[in-house]
């Protein structure tokens, strides 16, 4: 099984400033067809989780551009331009390249 | 607009039974693969299982393997879990999620999740 590791596991942010949330596998995503298959999700506080990320580095509809994905292989990142009261909550990663694994989570507050 | 209803959630005794049903509209449901991710009470998120837009393909997280059914019927445009041997760990709020695309189809892996139902909770207990 894939296992997706997380960091850090909290953190806690002024409006206005940067985040970044690390996730890492357990194995290379990247296919044999060239696709990474990657992705980020925010649950916010009572909601249901929402797709930000798919494929590493691609917003989903709706996702503001302050919301950034990187990375390759193994290592990816998830990065918060400005970061806005809005966007409390949790954030996953996710693979899919063998079944289906979550991280554990990331929990946003806004200082 | 995508709307994705889920029922059947409850309380249910160790070793019982309960099947949770999805409804789904605004979209073409066969034309996309559907599944079930569920929440622990104050956990992070465990993908339960999948199916691709025939239903013909399906997939399970090791945890659910050989007691739990993914099924859709697509005459009535609704997604169903059969669960069966409930055990305490299964208590968990249940979503079903919109794939953006049939995995049966184009033939690859796909997370992309869409669309997400407001859930059902089901809790094993005794």
């Known amino acids: 099984d894939i296992v997706m590791t997380q960091t850090p596991l909290s953190l806690s942010v002024t409006p206005g400033q940067p985040a970044s949330i690390s996730c890492k596998s357990s194995?290379?995503?990247?296919?044999?067809?060239?696709?990474?298959?990657f992705y980020w999700y925010l649950q916010k506080p009572g909601q249901s989780p929402q797709l930000l990320i798919y494929?590493?580095?691609n917003r989903f509809s709706g996702v503001p551009d302050r919301f950034s994905g990187s990375g390759s292989g193994t290592d990816f990142t998830l990065k918060i331009s400005r970061v806005e009261a809005e966007d409390v909550g949790i954030y996953y990663c996710?693979?899919?390249?063998?079944?289906?694994?979550f991280g554990q989570g990331t929990r946003l507050e806004i200082k | 607009e995508v709307q994705l209803v889920e029922s059947g959630g409850g309380l249910v005794q160790p070793g019982g039974s309960l099947r949770l049903s999805c409804a789904a509209s605004?979209?073409?449901?066969?034309?996309?693969?559907m599944s079930w991710v569920r929440q622990a009470p104050g956990k992070g998120l465990e993908w339960v299982s999948s199916?691709?837009?025939?239903?013909?393909?399906?997939y399970y997280a090791d945890s659910v393997k050989g007691r739990f059914t993914i099924s859709r019927d697509n005459s009535k445009n609704t997604l169903y879990l059969q669960m069966h041997s409930l055990r305490v760990e299964d208590t968990a709020v249940y979503y079903c999620?919109?794939?953006?695309?049939?995995?049966?189809?184009?033939?690859?892996?796909?997370?992309?999740?869409?669309?997400w139902g407001q859930g059902t909770l089901l809790s094993v207990s005794s």
């Open positions: 199916v691709g837009g025939s239903g013909t393909t399906t």
């Open positions: 996710m693979q899919a390249i063998q079944l289906i694994t």
């Open positions: 494929e590493v580095s």
């Open positions: 194995q290379s995503l990247l296919h044999s067809d060239g696709k990474t298959y």
């Open positions: 999620a919109k794939y953006g695309e049939d995995f049966e189809r184009e033939a690859r892996p796909s997370g992309l999740f869409d669309s």
């Open positions: 605004g979209f073409t449901f066969s034309s996309y693969a």
